[in-house]
């Protein structure tokens, strides 16, 4: 079995190495979250350990339990410190806390992998992603509602070629894993990199 934390621990290790590398004007760029920069996902990846669970159920009220709406309130919180403090409190908090440590550290694990990779692709610096840690993050991401993956994938085969993980059943989707979570997670950026009879029904649903 997965040793998650260890898992956890390494991907917010490399974020934040990642992080460190970057100019201000790489901080100021789009990711594939639709109106946020590398800084606001950075800024969202770590506000959950910030908060901590009574800060997070907080902003959930104030937020009228607008998913959305709270983590909009969790990035703005957060919203006049510089890179340098940012990638500090990644360091800090390189062993999750709060909500981020739920589910014995898997939406840590999985929600950073999948920002990570909204910074990484549009700023055109691919990785490897090691495969225990794919095919963990992999299996979350499927099942874990705040991601909507169920509805994306229902009726598809996901198959990644590059790691043994599968998922589901019917018409398949094949592709290496990264691109395989990616697309699953709503990230139309992954689909040219899929192939299979279920591609397009996943596409529309993921420009839909």
């Known amino acids: ?20 590398t970057l100019t201000p004007e790489q901080w ?7 109106g946020w920069s590398v800084r606001d996902v950075v800024a969202h990846v770590i506000s959950y350990d910030v908060q901590g669970m009574t800060g997070f159920v907080r902003t959930l009220v104030q937020s009228g339990f607008s998913p959305d ?9 957060l ?5 340098w403090n940012l990638v500090d409190l990644v360091r800090r908090y ?7 440590a739920r589910f014995g550290y898997r939406v840590a694990l999985t929600d950073g992998t999948i920002h990570h990779q909204d910074i990484r692709r549009p700023l055109g610096l691919p990785r490897t992603i090691p495969p225990e840690r794919l095919r963990t993050v ?5 099942i874990a509602p705040p991601i909507h993956a169920a509805h994306r994938i229902r009726g598809l085969r996901l198959v990644a070629t590059d790691v043994d993980w599968t998922w589901g059943k019917g ?9 395989v979570l990616m697309a699953a997670a709503g990230r139309a950026d992954a689909l040219d990199e899929l192939d299979g009879p279920g591609l397009g029904t996943l596409a ?3 420009r839909a």
């Open 69 to 77: 709406r709270a983590n909009r309130r969790a990035v703005d919180a």
């Open 94 to 100: 390189r062993t999750p806390e709060g909500v981020a």
């Open 79 to 83: 919203h006049e410190l510089d890179p």
């Open 28 to 34: 100021d760029a789009p990711t594939l979250c639709s």
């Open 204 to 206: 529309g649903r993921v």
């Open 1 to 20: 079995m997965a040793d998650v934390l260890a898992l956890a621990r390494e991907e917010r290790g490399e974020l934040a190495d990642l992080l460190a």
């Open 171 to 179: 018409p398949e989707v094949t592709g290496p894993g990264e691109a």
């Open 138 to 142: 992999l299996a979350f991401a499927v």
